[in-house]
């Protein structure tokens, strides 16, 4: 079935940068599109931002566009979210999941297979 | 992007039925036949347990089940177990390569 791991979680202030990763194991990233979804401490799910199988286009939620990059290297198998601006509100565990259509250019909309999630907290 | 609405409890005894909702808009699940749920247990990754609609992953037990009414999705439990005890997400593509999560119901089996 396969792994997903996050990493580059951690402790950042406010206006700061941090950028997460997604490794895959064990399936081939560059055959599905992938998503990032964050929880804030206590709360729901909130989707974050998508990015097709081959990168050739993207989306972010309202709350995170012109702030947030996702981005992917497929001949490393890693999905990519780079965070700038950051601000309190964006203290989450953060999770990639993958899309489960293959090899094409749009999605499914669901998430079949997800990471442990890795914990961002914005804090001064 | 408004989050779609669910009922932040819902309660039942082993063996029961439950059926849990989920309320959109004519712009997302009223529009789209790709409302997901999703099963959380604390502390772990959310799990996918239905999606489509209606369809069921495998692996995913059958008294998992799952309709749409217009603007609201449901999930059906039946013969509620122990181990059903968790927090239930609905999700729904929105349009415009956007998606949206409903607030999250949790179920406690009493």
């Known amino acids: ?124 | 992007q408004s989050a779609l609405t669910q009922p932040a409890s819902v309660s039942g005894s082993p063996g029961q039925s439950i059926t849990l909702s989920c309320t959109g808009t004519s712009s997302d699940v009223g529009s789209y036949n790709v409302v997901s749920w999703y099963q959380q247990h604390p502390g772990k990754g959310p799990k996918l347990i239905i999606y489509e609609v209606s369809k069921r992953p495998s692996g995913v037990s059958n008294r998992f089940s799952g309709s749409k009414s217009g603007n609201t999705a449901s999930l059906t439990i039946s013969g509620l177990q122990a181990e059903d005890e968790a927090d239930y997400y609905c999700c729904s593509y929105a349009g415009s390569i956007t998606m949206v999560f409903g607030g999250g119901t949790k179920l406690t089996v009493l």
Request: charged share 15%.
């Open chain 1, 1 to 124: 079935q396969g792994q997903l791991v996050e990493s580059g979680g951690g402790v950042v202030q406010p206006g700061r940068s941090l950028r997460l990763s997604c490794a895959a194991s064990g399936f081939t990233l560059s055959s599905y599109g992938m998503h990032w979804v964050r929880q804030a401490p206590g709360k729901g799910l909130e989707w974050v931002a998508v990015i097709w199988f081959d990168g050739s286009d993207k989306n972010y939620a309202d709350s995170v566009k012109a702030r947030f990059t996702i981005s992917r290297d497929n001949s490393n198998n890693t999905l990519y979210l780079q965070m700038n601006s950051l601000r309190a509100e964006d203290t989450a565990v953060y999770y990639c999941a993958r899309d489960p259509r293959q090899f094409s250019g749009w999605p499914s909309w669901y998430f079949d297979f997800w990471g442990q999630g890795t914990l961002v907290t914005v804090s001064s």
